[in-house]
């Protein structure tokens, strides 16, 4: 088992930026890639971004490349996900995920999920 918990969700205006945490426990997390997905309403969930804990190697939706940035501390097993630049169309609820088999980025080969945090972009 993997527990994950996030925090760091809130309201934010458009432009501004936020930083979402997530805090893994449980199994070692060498063999997993650790990633982000966000779900808004009437929407299905979505992939935004991913991290392979073993090297550290990322992976980003198109729709967020170059405004987000996923990085880890392997020592306190804490992932981080950095929005800049946020758009109203990145209000969605926002849950941390973790994949030991298959694409970090495919929802269908994520094994672990957390309960998701809120992130509010207003225009």
């Known amino acids: 088992q993997v527990q994950l918990v996030e925090s760091g969700g809130g309201l934010v205006q458009a432009g501004g930026s936020l930083r979402l945490s997530c805090a893994a426990s449980?199994?070692?997390?060498?063999?997993?890639?650790l990633g982000w997905f966000r779900q808004a309403p009437g929407k299905e969930r979505q992939f935004v971004a991913a991290?392979?804990?073993?090297?550290?190697?990322?992976y980003y939706a198109d729709s967020v490349e170059g405004r987000f940035t996923i990085s880890r501390d392997i020592l306190k097993n804490m992932m981080y996900l950095q929005l800049n630049s946020l758009k109203p169309e990145d209000t969605a609820l926002y849950y941390c995920?973790?994949?030991?088999?298959?694409?970090?980025?495919?929802?269908?080969?994520?094994?672990?999920w957390g309960q998701g945090t809120q992130v509010t972009v207003s225009s």
């Open positions: 995920s973790a994949t030991r088999y298959g694409s970090p980025w495919s929802i269908d080969a994520v094994g672990y």
């Open positions: 449980g199994r070692p997390l060498t063999t997993y890639s």
């Open positions: 991290i392979r804990w073993s090297d550290g190697h990322s």
